[in-house]
């Protein structure tokens, strides 16, 4: 790709042809203002907030640059000032931001944009992440001049399910229209009426509601949309932000987990070009009020009998009682391992998956695999499989190829006497057609899962454990992409990471150490499986990184296609 050199407030910068004004500043820290223009989606160049000073070297009758007295180009800027969303840059160009005539614009948009608008910020929802706020102390008057009555628009308007319309906030900006068309394709917003009258509306019989509406609220550079979910729960100042990974499909689009008070209010998508750009679904982005759930299991728990002749119930205790427990059955596990079966999760994060893996190695279990979870494809991020680390479970072996293959002879052996002992990580047994019956009948059974289900009710041991949200790990997406998750609030009650309950029975049963520590884990787990080309957590980065195989084969398609080019 071309190169071209230009100069943004007397500062040299080299972007690829074709660049425009706005994001060749943003690559030297420069900011240029703007509402209407999202990277992601076409130009429309309807706010004018992005207007800058544009001048180009001047020419001489030749052709041949002029040169001022000290022997610099001459630059002839511009009559009239230019949106730098749909400026592209040229080599030689010359760009102020910061010109008298750009401030004095600057503030004249705020101006007009600030005419009509409500001053409602301290019960506006978008309070603290709004661009019309923002903008609004940085280049507005910081007075209004306008005395007149403003117009007043419908407020409260239900678009779809999930969104509620402010008409009197909205800039007509039309990212919400554009997004619809060009994305979500759902062609259904536009525009009614004119001048200050201006509403967004749908088109009659038509309104949002595809699996992608909620990117309307995070693109709204105002509060004119908002989510009915988030509505009103929490001011945004409030909440902590931490990085993470969704964990709703084989996608793994990177997103941003809102909390405060140890409870998640929120998920955003975080930008990643690879995966899922600046967007995600709505299904994934809601999917997270079962971590909030006051059912949560939040003690260890073992099947005791309190009276003699009465059935065992479970009964909360200690962790060091319950981790003896279940020590005790897995020892006897350990002398018949044609009669254990592990079930885990393809959602558990790899270092869990590699854990459950060392543990099924050291009681020589024959049966083990994952549950496949499906549903329907959208055709754009959300995936068939719903299971976010089926690329972990493959690579550490836990998970039959094809995935979910041994669960029917796991199934058959429980109900036939031949398996005794099965051990389940965050599954539900009762969905593969196991009954509590069935269930009741084996010698152990140990569970670890976050919240209560028909196994856990079965279960010789439960142990409580963390959700996505609550550990730090790995998920490797459909593409292979080893991605990073952090903790955002920690665990309810006495629960914990998965990984290191699994790695304290494998070392109570005589097995070695994989560790006592989630970094310890991690280490064992790299050093094991090299095709993860990382050995520190950090060198993931914000992004994530492929595969080593997976690396190492597109290196080998470019030079194929390189050589076919020759």
Known sequence: MSQVT?????????????????????????????????????????????????????????????????????????????????TPVAEGMVVKTRSPDVEKARTGVMEFLLINHPLDCPICDQAGECRLQEFAVDYGRGESRFVELKVHKPKQVPLGKKIMLDNERCIMCSRCERFMREVAKHDCLGFTKRGSHTELACYPGREPDTNYDLNLVDICPVGALTSTDFRFKMRTWFLKETKSVCAGCSTGCNVTIASRDRQIHRLTPRDNDDVNQSWMCDQGRLDFHYVNDERRLVSPEVRVSTRKGVTPELQAVEWALALEAAAELLEEAKKDGSKVAMIASAGATTEELFAFGRLRAALNAEHCDCVPHTGPADGYLHTEDRNANGRGAALTGVAASPLGSKLDAIKAGIAAGNIDTVIVLGEDLSQLGLSGAE????????????????????????????????????LINKDGRVQRCDAAVPPPGEAQVAALVLANLIERIGAPSIGRTWVEIFKHMTTEFSELGVTQISQLGDTGRLLGAKRESQAAALGAAGSAAE
């Open 6 to 86: 230009l100069t943004i407030d007397d500062k040299r910068v080299t972007v690829p042809a074709g660049t425009n004004v706005i994001e060749a500043a943003k690559t030297i820290g420069v900011e240029v203002p703007h509402y209407c223009y999202h990277s992601r989606l076409t130009v429309a160049g309807n706010c004018r907030m992005c207007l800058v000073a544009v001048g180009m070297p001047k020419r001489g009758p030749d052709g041949a640059p002029v040169k001022d007295k000290d022997g610099n180009a001459e630059i002839g800027f511009m009559p009239k000032l230019q949106i730098g969303c749909a």
């Open 439 to 474: 269930l009741a009948k084996l010698r152990a059974l140990i569970t670890l899962d976050i919240l209560p289900n028909a196994t856990t009710r079965e279960a010789s041991v439960v142990f409580p454990i963390a959700a996505w949200s609550e550990k730090p790990g790995t």
